[in-house]
């Protein structure tokens, strides 16, 4: 070969070699994956857990009325919490997972939170109505948005120590005044009870009417004092923290609730290994404790779940109306979209700022159900 071929030889190579090669190289390359793909569908399915969650921590605060989550550390809710009958049933009624939402009810007020159970703890009272800055208990305050129509029920509780023998404990309850009025202790419940020897206790008495009052009348609201005396004039009534945390007196308030009305659906429902492309509902495990929220007692974790999935127009057989909508205005829309068609509420054990705690039914916090619309 004559040295001018060897080099147009070489020309050619240098100026059609990586092109040949190249080709040759995208040949080679593999087609994407169902790997992949799946790969991809887990990360946007992550994507969209990661922003349910957000959502649901602002969802809670919204419907709570709060703008931020109460400032109450573990340890504090440890020494708040009343160690007392109607408390311990309430948290006997969670389950470690919390709420497996019953069938097809839902609150009209699908915005905020409907109260059930109100416990507020004694403070002490104004200085007004104390003599020798005693008693140090017991004031209570409520919300004035409280109506006293509402109320169903509303007991005292307290704890009394334990007697050196078995007798009679006469617990009575009586309104403070202003020192400067007359009658300053005026007797408004009275209960007898006998008990035994070395063992103390919790006593309810009902305080429904005077509640009444106090919430029509805010301005008769001074407090109570509260004495349980024994035969030999013992008062065993643990009014102050020194008997023992969480032994405190408190009052427990339970108001009726809004008509309900019910919702009934259908949908699918997958789990993170499905590869269901439709709009689904999947599961979501909120959990209270890694939002640092230990400001709710009850549940510590619930399931949630969320919607995700492709919304086809064939598959809105179910929703013609929807399906109408979207054809007669193409422009105005992207397509129909995977949301919730049926929610639930959940039950709820939890302080709110002013250090009350309340049981309560926040709507709209479960997914039940998922559908294109």
Known sequence: MHLTQVLIYLSFMVAFGPVGLGDQMAHQQPPATDDG???????????????????IKSQILSKLRLKEAPNISRDVVKQLLPKAP??????????????????????EDDEHAITETIMTMATEPDPIVQVDRKPK????????KIQANRIVSAQLWVHLLPADEVTTVFL????????????????????????NAGVSSWQSIDVKQVLSVWLRQP??????????FDLKGNDLAVTSAEAGEGLQPFMEVKISESPKRSRRDSGLDCDENSPESRCCRYPLTVDFEDFGWDWIIAPKRYKANYCSGECEYMHLQKYPH????NKANPRGTAGP???PTKMSPINMLYFNRKEQIIYGKIPSMVVDRCGCS
């Open 322 to 325: 929807t399906h109408l909508v």
């Open 337 to 339: 979209c995977c949301t």
């Open 219 to 228: 301005e008769t609201n001074w407090g109570i004092e509260i004495n349980a």
């Open 86 to 107: 109607p408390l311990q049933q309430l948290l006997d009624q969670y389950d470690v997972l919390g709420d497996d939402n019953k069938d097809g009810v839902m609150e």
């Open 172 to 195: 009575q309850i009586s309104r403070l005044m202003p020192v400067t009025d007359e009658g300053r202790h005026i007797r408004i419940r009275f209960l007898k009870i006998d008990v």
């Open 37 to 55: 793909e799946q790969c991809s569908t887990c990360e946007f399915r992550q994507q969209i857990k990661t922003m349910k969650l957000n959502a």
């Open 137 to 144: 208990c017991c004031f209570f305050s409520f919300s004035s």
